[in-house]
């Protein structure tokens, strides 16, 4: 079976831009989570669904950032207009269950982004 | 709040000696989950095993095991005869019970070193 499935891998782009990584959760899996990892703040959660419906998006850092889950196949992170302190490690994971602690959660391979 | 804190950052072994990587987190709820997650050097995180609260029994896959002790909010990950593909970011990881589990919580990470 595949993975989470992320895309694009490294995204390198100039200040003021806009990004938009993808992710393609395992199928079957109805929770979606983004995270962030930086040397600075670790591995952070951005954002997570349960069936498509945005739960907690406390972690978006903000305005410039927005998530959308159209369906249960698909999931986009979008950052508007992009800063150089954005460059991170973009994660998307999903898990089975919704609302519970106790599935683990599979991560994709990351899109490493840099902004110029 | 929960928190994760995992206060080695860096450890380095030769090949075949045992190491323990240290984990404390902190939950007001009584229903939790604790996991250990490693992301070795190409980048992408992967499970290694879950524990919820209420198993307190240790567990040992190969030449991993784990030690989860409630009265000192630990669950610490001992490598028993290290190998140089152990050389990895390992992360211990919490989320809580209900229905807004679904959040997990990272510790900062221990980088393990392991030298031939």
């Known amino acids: 079976d595949a993975g989470v499935i992320q895309s694009p891998r490294h995204e390198v782009t100039e200040m003021g831009q806009e990004v938009t990584l993808r992710c393609k959760p395992i199928?079957?899996?109805?929770?979606l989570f983004w995270y962030r990892q930086t040397m600075m703040r670790g591995l952070e959660l951005l954002i997570y669904?349960?069936?498509?419906?945005?739960?907690?998006d406390s972690g978006m850092p903000e305005d410039r950032f927005s998530a959308k889950m159209p369906n249960a196949s698909f999931s986009t992170l979008k950052i508007q207009p992009s800063e150089p302190r954005d460059s991170a490690v973009y994660f998307c994971?999903?898990?089975?269950?919704?609302?519970?602690?106790?599935?683990?959660?599979?991560f994709g391979p990351g899109t490493r982004l840099t902004v110029l | 709040a929960q928190k994760v804190t995992q206060a080695q950052t860096e450890i380095s072994v030769v090949e075949k000696e045992d190491v323990t990587l240290d984990c404390v987190y902190e939950?007001?709820?009584?229903?939790?989950?604790l996991f250990w997650y490693k992301q070795p050097p190409s980048g992408e995180l992967v499970f290694l095993i879950r524990?919820?609260?209420?198993?307190?029994q240790n567990e040992i896959s190969g030449r991993y095991s784990w030690n989860f002790q409630k009265s000192t909010s630990s669950f610490n990950f001992t490598i028993t005869a290290s190998q140089v593909v152990d050389s990895a970011v390992y992360f211990c990881?919490?989320?809580?019970?209900?229905?807004?589990?679904?959040?997990?919580?990272f510790g900062e990470g221990t980088q393990l070193t392991v030298n031939p």
């Open positions: 994971a999903s898990s089975l269950g919704a609302g519970v602690g106790y599935n683990e959660q599979f």
């Open positions: 199928s079957g899996h109805n929770s």
């Open positions: 669904f349960n069936n498509n419906v945005p739960i907690d």
């Open positions: 939950t007001r709820d009584t229903t939790y989950y």
């Open positions: 524990r919820n609260s209420f198993d307190e």
């Open positions: 990881a919490l989320s809580e019970g209900g229905t807004s589990g679904s959040r997990l919580t």
